[in-house]
């Protein structure tokens, strides 16, 4: 519990939300400013900011939680898809610095989402090579 952090009050239930799924460890709100219809929020309930500080017992267990409310997304909405999108640091778009998995329902061209359609065009070989030895030197 962080005091000052608004989904540690939503988990606590100190400030209301749409609560959709719950179990011991996570809990799933709807967003309070949906990109599209259904777009849910699933969190834990202990207080980590970030995919770097999360424990691994955490981690799947949101993650289990998401799947579960992913399904339930299928089929009560029945849209084409789920975007799965998850941010850390501000640097990355994060505004609530408690971790979070957004799920999205995509309809898409309907929806007209434009987050995921960032251009495709190939990398340089050499560099990739050279950032993923610099990635795997800090294991
Ligand atoms: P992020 O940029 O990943 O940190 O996204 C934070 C998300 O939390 C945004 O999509 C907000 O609309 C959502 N949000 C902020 N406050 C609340 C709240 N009280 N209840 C539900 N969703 C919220
Ligand atoms: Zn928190």
Redesign the pocket.
Known sequence: MSEDC??CQ?VNKK?P??RIYEDERSLA???????TEG?V?VLPKNHAATLMELTPGDIAAVHQASQKVAQALMKSLKPGGIAV???NGAAA?????HY?I?LIPRNPPKDNIKFLNWEIKPGDMKAIEKTAAKIKEAF
């Open positions: 608004i989904f939503i400030i939300a749409f709100i709807a967003d309070i400013n949906p990109v777009h929020l999108l998850q941010l778009g994060q505004v609530v610095m979070h957004h």
